[in-house]
C-alpha cells in the first residue's frame, strides 16, 4: 500500500472508532436517565395500588421516598395509598408535601381539598383584610423556590443589562430603559419571595392522631385548652423535647405532644 | 310509721322509722324527733344496729312562736341499709336534754332477703324503667360485668369499664360501658385520655338526656352508680385485642368523714338532704379515674359454609331491590336501588354491585347509609342507587343479586337473593346505533341527531386517581436556605454593585476628558513647539508649518474644550472674558493665524526669518494667553 493511501484509511479509522465511543457514551447516559425517571419500586407500587394492595403501595411509596425519590407525584401517589387505607393524617401530610413542589398541579388540590372537606375540625381564617386574602390565594399558586428562582434570575437579568450597557455604550439609550424594567421586576419579585418565604418561616404539622388533647402548657398536668382531631393543621412556632406549641389558622395556640402529629 | 315515744312533761320524744319492712340491701330512714325541748340536747347515742349499716343525715331544729308561746322540735336523721335478713330492733335511744336523761325504746323492723318482683335478674339489661335520680331503696343490681372485680372498700370513687362480651367474631359489635361507683359527691366532665381503640372501628351511643344514678351496696358501703359512657366496638381483624379504655376527669367534694360528730354542733340550723350531706368542710378538687385495661378476643370468620358473595357484612339484615319504572323509552334512564337494612356496623356494608348488561350504560352509583342508635343497637340501613340508561329496545332483565353476611349469634352464614326485575324497553326517539347503514337513506352519509346535554356533574365526591407517571423533579428542601442560593444572591448583587460603579464613572469621563486636556493645553503646546524649533532648525520648513499650526490650534481647542478643527480666531474672542483687554491679544493671535494659513497654504517664499518670526509669536501668543481670563 503506498503510503499517500494508508494515511486516509488510517484516518478514517480513527474518526470511526471515535464516533463510535461518543455514540456508546451518548446512548448510556440516556439509558441511565430514562432509567433513572422511573424505577422499578415505583411501577411495583403503582401496581399493588391498581389491585388495591394499599398497605404494599404505601410501603413501597415509602421507600422510594426515603431513598430521596421525593418528586411530588410520588407523594401524590403515597397520599392516595395512605387515604384508601383511612390514614387521613398521613394522606395530608403527603399530599402538602407534593404540593410544595408543584402547587399547581390540579390533581393534588382535588384530593387535597377531598380530604380536607372531610375532617371534623372547622378552623377558618378570621374575616381579615380582603386584599390580603386574595393575594395569600394567589401566592399559593407559586412555590418558594420558584419565587426564590424568580428573584435571582432577575439580579441576573440585571447585570447581564449593565454589561451590555458598558460594553455597548451606543445602546446604552435603550439598556437603561430594559434595566429600569428589570429593576421593577426584581422588586416585585423580591416582595413575592419575601412573602413566601414569610409564610413559609415556622413548619407546617398535621395532627396524626385521632383526637389530640391541645393544652395549655408543655405536659399532660397542664390544663385542657381545646379538642383537635385527625388531619388538622397548624404552624409550629415554639417546642421542648416532647413538645410543639401550634397555632390554628384561627388563631387559638396550644401545646401537643411531638408524636401525635408530623411535619410537612 | 312505726314510732315510739317518750314524753315527760313538755318534752316528748319520739323515734320513726319510714318503713317497717325492707329486703337486704335496701335503706330506710330513722328519725329521733325531739319536741318542745328546753336546754340543750345533746346527740342520741345507741348501741350500733345490729343488721344494718348506718350514716347520719343531720340535725334540724324548727322553732315556732304561736300565740306567744314559743314550741321547738329538733329532728336527728339517720339511714339505714339493711345487710342481713331477720327481725331487728332499731334502738333503744339515750337522749340527753337540759342535763336529764331521756330514753325511747327501740322500734321493730323486719328485713326479708329476697328483693321481690321488682329487682332485675343479673346479667339481663339493667335499670328499670322509672324516675331516676332520688330513686333510693330500688335494688339495682348491675350485671356481673360491671361490678369491681377486686375489694375497693378503701376507695371513695373509681370507674368500671367493662364489656358485654369477651370474645367475638370480626365486625360483630361489642358494647363497651363505663360505670362510675362513687362514695363522694362528684361530677363526671368527660375524658382526661380517651380510650385508645386500634383494631376496632366506634360507634358512640349518644348520651342519654337524665343518666341513670342508683345505689349500690359494696363491700359494706355505699356507692352511687351510674353509667356515663356507651361505646359499640367493631372488631376490624382476629387476635387478642387490650383496648386501653382511657382515663376519666371527675370533679370531687370531699367532706370531712372522721366523725359523725360533726353533725351534730347545737348551733346549727341544719338543712336535710337527700344524697351527701352538706357540711362546713368541703373541699373540691378535679380528679382523674383511670381504667383497668379490657382484653377482647376475636376470632376471625370461619371459611366453612362462606358464600362466594361474601364482603364482610356481620349481623342480621335484610335485602331489597327495586327499579323507578318498569316502561322505559331507549335513551331515558332507570334509577335501581337496592337497600341493605338491619343490626350491625352498616357503614362498612357492602352492598351487592350491578355487574354489566348488554345493552345499558351503567353509571356509577351512589350509596347512602342511615344508622341508627337505639336502645344500645347500632341499626340503620344503606342504601345504593345506580343509574342505568338502556341503549336499544327490547325486554331485558334485571338479574338477581346476591348478599351474604354472618349472623354471629347463630354463627353461621346466610345468603339473601334479590328479585329480578323485568324491564320493558320502547324504541326511543333517536335512532338506534347503526348496525348494517346502507346507502339507502338517500345518499347523505350524516345527519345532525337532536341530543339534550346534560351537565357533567358529579355522582360523588372521590379523590383522584394516581399518577403512573412518575412526573416532577425531586423535591430538596427550601433553596433560599441553602450555602449555594445566599452565595449566588450575593455574588450578583457585589457583579451589579461593580457595574453600577462602572457605569457612572463612563459618564463623567467626558467630563474627566474636558479638564484632564485644559490642564495639559499649555504642557502640550510647549512640547509641540519644542518640536516645531527643532524641524525649523533643520529646514523643514514645511513641517515646521504644520507642527507649529498643530500646537496652536490644540493649544485653544485644548482650552476652549473643542475639537481642532472647530478653533477660529472668532470663536475665542467670544470665550474672553470682559474684563480682558481683548484688543491686544486678539491682534497677535490673528497675526499668527494668517502667517500659519499663508505658510501652509500659501506661495509665500519660506525663509528662516519668516519661520523664526513666526515661531517666536505663536510661542508669544501662548506665553500670553496663559494668564488670560476665559469665561
Request: hydrophobic share 40%; aromatic share 10%; glycine share 8%.
Given at each position: 500500500?503506498?503510503?499517500?493511501?494508508?494515511?486516509?484509511?488510517?484516518?478514517?479509522r480513527?474518526?470511526?472508532?471515535?464516533?463510535f465511543?461518543?455514540?456508546?457514551?451518548?446512548?448510556g447516559?440516556?439509558?441511565?436517565?430514562?432509567?433513572?425517571?422511573?424505577?422499578?419500586?415505583?411501577?411495583?407500587?403503582?401496581?399493588?395500588?391498581k389491585?388495591?394492595?394499599?398497605?404494599?403501595?404505601?410501603?413501597?411509596?415509602?421507600?422510594?421516598?426515603?431513598?430521596?425519590?421525593?418528586t411530588?407525584?410520588?407523594?401524590?401517589?403515597?397520599?392516595?395509598?395512605?387515604?384508601?387505607?383511612?390514614?387521613?393524617?398521613?394522606?395530608?401530610?403527603?399530599?402538602?408535601?407534593?404540593?410544595?413542589?408543584?402547587?399547581?398541579?390540579?390533581?393534588?388540590?382535588?384530593?387535597?381539598?377531598?380530604?380536607?372537606?372531610?375532617?371534623?375540625?372547622?378552623?377558618?381564617?378570621?374575616?381579615g383584610?380582603?386584599?390580603?386574602?386574595?393575594v395569600?390565594?394567589?401566592?399559593?399558586?407559586?412555590?418558594?423556590?420558584?419565587?426564590?428562582?424568580?428573584?435571582?434570575?432577575?439580579?441576573?437579568?440585571?447585570?447581564?443589562?449593565?454589561g451590555?450597557a458598558?460594553?455597548?455604550?451606543?445602546?446604552?439609550?435603550?439598556?437603561r430603559?430594559?434595566?429600569?424594567f428589570?429593576?421593577?421586576?426584581a422588586?416585585?419579585?423580591?416582595?413575592?419571595?419575601?412573602?413566601?418565604?414569610?409564610?413559609?418561616?415556622?413548619?407546617?404539622?398535621v395532627l396524626l392522631?385521632?383526637?389530640?388533647?391541645?393544652?395549655?402548657?408543655?405536659s399532660?398536668?397542664?390544663?385542657?385548652?381545646?379538642?383537635?382531631?385527625?388531619?388538622?393543621?397548624?404552624?409550629?412556632?415554639?417546642?421542648?423535647?416532647?413538645?410543639?406549641?401550634?397555632?390554628?389558622?384561627?388563631g387559638?395556640?396550644?401545646?401537643v405532644?411531638?408524636?401525635?402529629?408530623e411535619?410537612? | 310509721?312505726?314510732?315510739?315515744?317518750?314524753?315527760?312533761?313538755?318534752?316528748?320524744?319520739?323515734?320513726?322509722?319510714?318503713?317497717?319492712?325492707?329486703?337486704?340491701?335496701?335503706e330506710?330512714?330513722?328519725?329521733i324527733?325531739?319536741?318542745?325541748?328546753?336546754?340543750?340536747?345533746?346527740k342520741?347515742?345507741?348501741?350500733?344496729?345490729?343488721?344494718?349499716?348506718?350514716?347520719?343525715?343531720?340535725?334540724?331544729?324548727e322553732?315556732?312562736?304561736?300565740?306567744?308561746?314559743?314550741?321547738?322540735?329538733?329532728?336527728?336523721t339517720?339511714?339505714?341499709?339493711?345487710?342481713?335478713?331477720?327481725?331487728?330492733?332499731i334502738?333503744?335511744?339515750?337522749?340527753?336534754?337540759?342535763?336529764?336523761?331521756?330514753?325511747?325504746?327501740?322500734?321493730?323492723?323486719?328485713?326479708?332477703s329476697?328483693?321481690?318482683?321488682?329487682?332485675?335478674a343479673?346479667?339481663?339489661?339493667?335499670?328499670?324503667?322509672?324516675p331516676?335520680s332520688?330513686?333510693?331503696?330500688?335494688?339495682?343490681?348491675?350485671?356481673?360485668r360491671?361490678?369491681?372485680?377486686?375489694?375497693?372498700?378503701?376507695?371513695d370513687?373509681?370507674v368500671?369499664?367493662?364489656?358485654?362480651?369477651?370474645?367475638?367474631?370480626?365486625n360483630?359489635?361489642?358494647i363497651?360501658?363505663?360505670?362510675i361507683?362513687?362514695?363522694?359527691?362528684?361530677?363526671?366532665?368527660?375524658?382526661?385520655k380517651?380510650?385508645?381503640?386500634?383494631?376496632?372501628?366506634?360507634?358512640?351511643?349518644p348520651?342519654?338526656?337524665?343518666?341513670?344514678?342508683?345505689?349500690?351496696?359494696?363491700?359494706?358501703?355505699?356507692?352511687?352508680?351510674?353509667?356515663?359512657?356507651?361505646?359499640?366496638?367493631?372488631?376490624?381483624?382476629?387476635?387478642?385485642?387490650?383496648?386501653?379504655?382511657?382515663t376519666?376527669?371527675?370533679?370531687?367534694?370531699?367532706?370531712?368523714?372522721?366523725?359523725?360528730?360533726?353533725?351534730?354542733?347545737s348551733?346549727?340550723?341544719?338543712?336535710?338532704?337527700?344524697?351527701f350531706?352538706?357540711?362546713?368542710?368541703t373541699?373540691?378538687?378535679?380528679?382523674?379515674?383511670?381504667?383497668?385495661?379490657?382484653?377482647?378476643?376475636?376470632k376471625?370468620?370461619?371459611e366453612?359454609?362462606?358464600?362466594a358473595?361474601?364482603?364482610?357484612a356481620?349481623?342480621?339484615?335484610s335485602?331489597?331491590?327495586?327499579?323507578?319504572?318498569?316502561?322505559?323509552?331507549?335513551?331515558?334512564?332507570?334509577?335501581?336501588?337496592?337497600?341493605?337494612?338491619?343490626?350491625?356496623n352498616l357503614?362498612?356494608v357492602?352492598?351487592?354491585?350491578?355487574?354489566?348488561?348488554?345493552?345499558?350504560?351503567?353509571?356509577?352509583?351512589?350509596?347512602?347509609?342511615?344508622?341508627?342508635?337505639?336502645?344500645?343497637?347500632?341499626?340503620?340501613?344503606?342504601?345504593t342507587?345506580?343509574?342505568?340508561?338502556?341503549?336499544?329496545a327490547?325486554?331485558?332483565?334485571?338479574?338477581?343479586?346476591?348478599?351474604?353476611?354472618?349472623?354471629?349469634?347463630?354463627?353461621a352464614?346466610?345468603?339473601?337473593?334479590t328479585?329480578?326485575?323485568?324491564?320493558?324497553?320502547?324504541?326511543?326517539?333517536?335512532?338506534?346505533e347503526?348496525?348494517?347503514?346502507?346507502?339507502?337513506?338517500?345518499?347523505?352519509?350524516f345527519?345532525?341527531?337532536?341530543f339534550?346535554?346534560?351537565?357533567?356533574?358529579?355522582?360523588e365526591?372521590?379523590?383522584?386517581?394516581?399518577?403512573?407517571?412518575d412526573?416532577?423533579?425531586p423535591?430538596?428542601?427550601?433553596?433560599?436556605?441553602?450555602?449555594?442560593?445566599?452565595a449566588l444572591?450575593?455574588?450578583?448583587?457585589?457583579?451589579?454593585?461593580?457595574?453600577?460603579?462602572?457605569?457612572?464613572?463612563?459618564?463623567?469621563?467626558?467630563?474627566?476628558?474636558?479638564?484632564?486636556?485644559?490642564?495639559s493645553?499649555?504642557?502640550t503646546?510647549?512640547?509641540?513647539?519644542r518640536?516645531?524649533?527643532?524641524?525649523?532648525?533643520?529646514g523643514?520648513?514645511?513641517?515646521?508649518?504644520a507642527?507649529?499650526?498643530?500646537?496652536?490650534?490644540?493649544?485653544y481647542?485644548?482650552?476652549?474644550?473643542?475639537?481642532?478643527?472647530?478653533?477660529?480666531?472668532?470663536?475665542?474672542?467670544?470665550?474672553?472674558?470682559?474684563?480682558?483687554?481683548?484688543?491686544?491679544?486678539?491682534?497677535?493671535?490673528?497675526?499668527?493665524f494668517d502667517?500659519?494659513?499663508?505658510?501652509?497654504?500659501?506661495?509665500?517664499?519660506?525663509?528662516?526669518?519668516?519661520?523664526k518670526?513666526i515661531?517666536?509669536?505663536?510661542?508669544?501668543?501662548?506665553?500670553?494667553?496663559?494668564?488670560?481670563?476665559l469665561?
Amino acid at each position: 500500500m503506498s503510503p499517500a493511501l494508508s494515511k486516509p484509511n488510517e484516518q478514517l479509522r480513527k474518526g470511526g472508532v471515535r464516533r463510535f465511543l461518543v455514540a456508546m457514551i451518548l446512548f448510556g447516559t440516556l439509558a441511565s436517565i430514562a432509567w433513572a425517571d422511573t424505577p422499578t419500586r415505583f411501577i411495583e407500587a403503582n401496581a399493588s395500588y391498581k389491585g388495591r394492595d394499599f398497605k404494599n403501595a404505601a410501603l413501597a411509596y415509602e421507600e422510594l421516598a426515603a431513598a430521596g425519590h421525593t418528586t411530588p407525584a410520588l407523594y401524590y401517589d403515597l397520599g392516595n395509598s395512605y387515604l384508601r387505607l383511612g390514614k387521613k393524617g398521613k394522606a395530608i401530610v403527603a399530599y402538602e408535601r407534593a404540593l410544595r413542589a408543584a402547587p399547581r398541579d390540579p390533581d393534588v388540590r382535588w384530593n387535597l381539598d377531598v380530604v380536607k372537606s372531610g375532617l371534623p375540625d372547622r378552623i377558618e381564617e378570621p374575616y381579615g383584610d380582603l386584599i390580603l386574602m386574595k393575594v395569600n390565594e394567589a401566592l399559593a399558586y407559586v412555590s418558594v423556590n420558584e419565587a426564590a428562582w424568580a428573584f435571582t434570575l432577575s439580579l441576573g437579568v440585571i447585570a447581564l443589562l449593565m454589561g451590555l450597557a458598558l460594553l455597548a455604550p451606543g445602546a446604552r439609550a435603550w439598556t437603561r430603559g430594559l434595566i429600569s424594567f428589570a429593576v421593577l421586576f426584581a422588586v416585585f419579585a423580591a416582595g413575592v419571595f419575601a412573602f413566601e418565604v414569610w409564610k413559609e418561616k415556622d413548619a407546617l404539622a398535621v395532627l396524626l392522631d385521632r383526637e389530640v388533647v391541645v393544652r395549655y402548657g408543655p405536659s399532660e398536668n397542664e390544663s385542657k385548652a381545646f379538642l383537635l382531631h385527625e388531619g388538622a393543621e397548624a404552624r409550629v412556632t415554639d417546642s421542648t423535647d416532647d413538645w410543639f406549641f401550634i397555632r390554628l389558622a384561627n388563631g387559638h395556640s396550644g401545646w401537643v405532644p411531638k408524636r401525635a402529629c408530623e411535619i410537612v | 310509721m312505726m314510732l315510739s315515744s317518750a314524753a315527760f312533761a313538755e318534752t316528748s320524744i319520739e323515734a320513726s322509722v319510714s318503713r317497717s319492712r325492707l329486703a337486704v340491701g335496701e335503706e330506710l330512714t330513722l328519725d329521733i324527733i325531739v319536741n318542745g325541748a328546753s336546754g340543750k340536747i345533746s346527740k342520741p347515742a345507741f348501741s350500733p344496729f345490729d343488721g344494718f349499716n348506718s350514716y347520719s343525715q343531720g340535725h334540724s331544729q324548727e322553732i315556732s312562736i304561736v300565740n306567744g308561746q314559743m314550741s321547738s322540735r329538733s329532728i336527728f336523721t339517720y339511714i339505714l341499709i339493711a345487710n342481713s335478713e331477720g327481725k331487728k330492733k332499731i334502738g333503744p335511744f339515750d337522749v340527753n336534754i337540759g342535763g336529764k336523761n331521756f330514753k325511747v325504746p327501740a322500734v321493730d323492723v323486719e328485713v326479708m332477703s329476697d328483693p321481690g318482683p321488682s329487682g332485675p335478674a343479673p346479667g339481663r339489661s339493667p335499670l328499670p324503667t322509672g324516675p331516676s335520680s332520688g330513686q333510693m331503696g330500688t335494688v339495682y343490681s348491675p350485671p356481673p360485668r360491671a361490678l369491681p372485680g377486686q375489694d375497693v372498700s378503701d376507695q371513695d370513687i373509681f370507674v368500671k369499664a367493662w364489656v358485654d362480651k369477651d370474645e367475638a367474631f370480626i365486625n360483630e359489635p361489642v358494647i363497651m360501658t363505663y360505670t362510675i361507683y362513687t362514695r363522694l359527691s362528684a361530677t363526671y366532665k368527660g375524658f382526661e385520655k380517651e380510650p385508645v381503640t386500634t383494631g376496632f372501628w366506634i360507634e358512640e351511643f349518644p348520651p342519654e338526656k337524665t343518666p341513670k344514678r342508683t345505689e349500690q351496696l359494696i363491700n359494706g358501703s355505699r356507692y352511687v352508680v351510674a353509667d356515663v359512657r356507651k361505646i359499640a366496638l367493631f372488631p376490624t381483624e382476629a387476635g387478642v385485642f387490650t383496648v386501653d379504655p382511657g382515663t376519666l376527669s371527675t370533679i370531687v367534694e370531699v367532706r370531712n368523714r372522721d366523725d359523725f360528730d360533726s353533725f351534730f354542733s347545737s348551733n346549727i340550723f341544719g338543712r336535710r338532704n337527700v344524697a351527701f350531706p352538706s357540711s362546713f368542710v368541703t373541699q373540691v378538687y378535679s380528679r382523674p379515674i383511670p381504667t383497668d385495661k379490657v382484653t377482647l378476643v376475636v376470632k376471625a370468620l370461619p371459611e366453612q359454609g362462606r358464600p362466594a358473595s361474601f364482603k364482610g357484612a356481620v349481623g342480621e339484615y335484610s335485602i331489597d331491590s327495586s327499579v323507578d319504572k318498569k316502561e322505559v323509552q331507549a335513551g331515558d334512564p332507570v334509577t335501581f336501588r337496592v337497600k341493605v337494612r338491619g343490626k350491625g356496623n352498616l357503614n362498612t356494608v357492602q352492598t351487592p354491585a350491578l355487574t354489566p348488561i348488554d345493552g345499558f350504560k351503567i353509571y356509577d352509583s351512589s350509596s347512602s347509609a342511615n344508622i341508627a342508635k337505639d336502645d344500645m343497637v347500632v341499626a340503620g340501613e344503606k342504601v345504593t342507587e345506580t343509574v342505568l340508561v338502556p341503549k336499544k329496545a327490547g325486554e331485558f332483565t334485571i338479574p338477581a343479586l346476591k348478599f351474604s353476611y354472618f349472623d354471629p349469634s347463630a354463627r353461621a352464614y346466610r345468603e339473601l337473593t334479590t328479585r329480578e326485575h323485568r324491564l320493558n324497553v320502547r324504541p326511543g326517539t333517536e335512532p338506534d346505533e347503526p348496525s348494517s347503514s346502507g346507502p339507502s337513506s338517500g345518499g347523505s352519509a350524516f345527519t345532525p341527531e337532536p341530543f339534550e346535554k346534560q351537565d357533567v356533574s358529579l355522582v360523588e365526591k372521590d379523590i383522584r386517581y394516581i399518577k403512573t407517571a412518575d412526573i416532577g423533579e425531586p423535591y430538596k428542601g427550601f433553596v433560599h436556605r441553602t450555602l449555594f442560593y445566599g452565595a449566588l444572591n450575593f455574588l450578583l448583587f457585589a457583579l451589579i454593585g461593580v457595574l453600577a460603579w462602572l457605569l457612572m464613572r463612563g459618564d463623567t469621563s467626558a467630563e474627566d476628558r474636558k479638564i484632564s486636556r485644559l490642564r495639559s493645553s499649555h504642557r502640550t503646546a510647549k512640547n509641540r513647539l519644542r518640536q516645531a524649533h527643532a524641524l525649523l532648525k533643520k529646514g523643514l520648513y514645511d513641517e515646521f508649518c504644520a507642527e507649529i499650526s498643530r500646537a496652536l490650534y490644540g493649544y485653544y481647542a485644548d482650552k476652549l474644550g473643542l475639537s481642532d478643527r472647530n478653533v477660529t480666531a472668532d470663536l475665542i474672542a467670544e470665550r474672553l472674558s470682559e474684563k480682558e483687554d481683548a484688543s491686544a491679544i486678539m491682534g497677535e493671535i490673528k497675526q499668527v493665524f494668517d502667517a500659519i494659513s499663508m505658510g501652509r497654504f500659501g506661495h509665500v517664499k519660506k525663509d528662516a526669518e519668516a519661520m523664526k518670526k513666526i515661531y517666536e509669536l505663536a510661542d508669544r501668543v501662548i506665553t500670553r494667553f496663559e494668564k488670560v481670563k476665559l469665561k
